[in-house]
């Protein structure tokens, strides 16, 4: 392998310094361009990795009771039956559901718990674990601390159920938990309260959750309950991923649209810098040539100059990436997946790097940079010199 020519490599220091005012254009906008695309590719595996942290700690099955294709309530009789099939370890009615607050216009999560029960959540596990929930209180997420006590609800919050009737309970405490998704709306009481506040009967949950043995037989399982009751909704742990991801993909589309608008950009720049080189430069290669460079030199030169500008600008484009995304919290680009919600999370992301993500980024960019750099050049160097020069 050739070692790289100081002297060749200082001339060309001095060449960019010379055209510096173009240099510093083309730096610029590729620098932003990286970033741009770098903070796009880090806000999404952030997001992707928060999400199935959370999807992750659900039950492997989860079976709803459905009227008229809506989702209501089902009865925890039907936990007897469905342990009695092979390869089911556990079931227990779950409640939970949404309570709009109309004074904020936004949707609380309420999620009902018992101690003497298991809990597939880690958050709900620490909850049970740490603090004293009785039947009238409620542990709060931060998120809905902050908006109670913007309320002026410091000390306790009236739920209105459905009969009109007010439910008083006060505020334990808040918690939080491993992701801002997974906490952020969250409120957490007893069983028994969640049932009143949704008017549930004694025996009603809003869903069962499964727990399998062996996760290779889902799938089996999961068309065994569909057999026994033909009525209600089975889903599957990888369905509500599918879903989820689903979800994801839609708002990645927003995402990828200022993906490709960034790439149409960056080749209008390939385009442009390959389309020729101005008189100046192609007076200088042509004197070069006259005072015996070679074609090889006057290419190794264009090469030292498109690999400085082009991993000069990715280092620094990533740089900045990370700074606006990680420390900066991405102001602007987060309201495209987390919206104006008065709560939505506080979009603390945690630090994800997909290094497959940074190799892409260097593929689609330097190389093509480097060769619209060397290919103008290299017809200008293999022209006659007297001719280049007129």
Avoid: C
């Avoid at 674990?129 to 009785?134: G, T, Y």
């Avoid at 709060?140 to 459905?162: A, D, H, M, T």
């Avoid at 190389?367 to 293999?382: D, E, G, R």
């Amino acid at each position: 392998m050739k070692k790289i020519n100081l002297y060749m490599f200082e001339y060309t220091i001095n060449y960019i310094l010379r055209y510096k005012s173009k240099n510093i254009f083309v730096t610029t906008v590729f620098t932003l361009l990286i970033s741009l695309l770098a903070s796009i590719f880090f806000i999404a595996s952030s997001l992707r990795s928060e999400e199935f942290t959370t999807l992750n700690e659900l039950p492997e099955i989860i079976i709803q009771n459905q009227k008229a294709g809506m989702h209501t309530t089902i009865s925890e009789d039907m936990i007897d039956s469905l342990l009695d099939i092979n390869g089911i370890s556990g079931a227990k009615g779950r409640v939970w559901g949404y309570y709009y607050f109309d004074n904020a216009k936004v949707n609380f999560s309420i999620v009902g718990i018992d101690e003497f029960e298991s809990q597939e959540s880690k958050t709900l596990q620490n909850i049970v674990a740490n603090s004293e929930l009785n039947s009238s209180s409620i542990l709060v997420g931060k998120g809905v601390r902050e908006l109670l006590q913007k309320s002026y609800y410091s000390e306790y919050f009236n739920f209105i159920k459905p009969n009109l009737e007010l439910k008083k309970l006060y505020i334990a405490g808040s918690f939080n938990a491993a992701t801002e998704f997974e906490s952020n709306d969250m409120i957490v009481m007893s069983k028994e309260n969640a049932k009143d506040i949704f008017g549930y009967g004694d025996n009603e949950v809003t869903d069962i959750a499964i727990t399998i043995i062996n996760p290779d037989e889902i799938a089996q399982i999961a068309i065994k309950i569909k057999d026994m009751y033909p009525n209600i909704n089975v889903i599957t742990k990888e369905d509500l991923k599918v879903s989820y991801q689903n979800l994801f993909d839609y708002k990645s589309g927003l995402f990828m649209a200022l993906f490709t608008i960034s790439l149409f950009t960056f080749f209008m720049i390939i385009y442009d810098k390959s389309s020729g080189l101005s008189s100046e430069e192609k007076k200088e290669i042509g004197i070069l040539k006259a005072i015996g460079w070679r074609v090889e030199d006057v290419l190794y030169i264009k090469l030292y100059e498109g690999m400085i500008i082009s991993f000069f600008s990715y280092f620094v484009g990533i740089i900045i990436a990370l700074i606006y995304v990680y420390i900066l919290q991405a102001p602007l680009l987060n309201k495209i997946f987390l919206g104006y919600s008065n709560l939505k999370p506080s979009f603390d992301l945690i630090f994800v790097v997909d290094y497959e993500v940074l190799l892409l980024l260097i593929l689609l960019t330097v190389p093509l940079y480097i060769a619209a750099t060397i290919i103008p050049s290299w017809k200008v160097a293999t022209t006659d010199a007297d001719e280049v020069m007129r």
